[in-house]
């Protein structure tokens, strides 16, 4: 695997669609965030050891995002999370959600790295850095 891409399998539930099956737009953040937190944990941080050692968050700072074509109820999707950039607090995210080979949606999500005790930007720690990197 290319530590700087992740795949994320997402299915599509009753709850993420409207009455016409079709997945309402918001959910599109709820699968990408949920894409992003798991390829932050299999670099072995978990947002609650991020929290616990780091005393830091992620909180997304800007998001662009393309809707292309419907997700529907029951599809298996496929979201592909990319580090495009690292800063010294921020990283820049490329997502694109897929089922098989058509691409749905594509965002670009910027967070920011936040000292959560004081809502402020503190540096990306080394070691998250390092694996980002990679």
């Known amino acids: 695997m290319d530590i ?3 795949q994320f399998p997402v299915r599509v539930y009753y709850e993420d669609t409207d009455a016409g099956g ?14 992003r ?4 944990r299999a670099l072995g941080f978990s ?14 700072k800007s998001m662009n995002i393309d809707y292309r074509f419907p997700a529907r ?29 058509l691409v749905l949606s594509k965002a670009t999500v910027k967070v920011a790295c936040v000292d959560l005790g004081k ?3 503190v540096a990306l720690p080394p070691e998250v850095k390092a694996a980002l990197s990679k």
């Open 47 to 60: 947002q609650q050891s991020l929290l616990e050692v780091y005393r830091i968050g992620f909180v997304v």
């Open 73 to 101: 109820l029951d599809d298996l999707l496929m979201v592909e999370s990319k580090v495009i950039e690292i800063k010294g607090a921020s990283i820049l995210f490329s997502q694109v959600l897929q089922r098989d080979e």
């Open 22 to 35: 079709v997945v309402y737009h918001a959910r599109y953040l709820h699968f990408f965030e949920r894409a």
């Open 119 to 121: 809502m402020k930007p």
């Open 37 to 40: 937190t798991e390829f932050l």
């Open 4 to 6: 700087n891409v992740f």
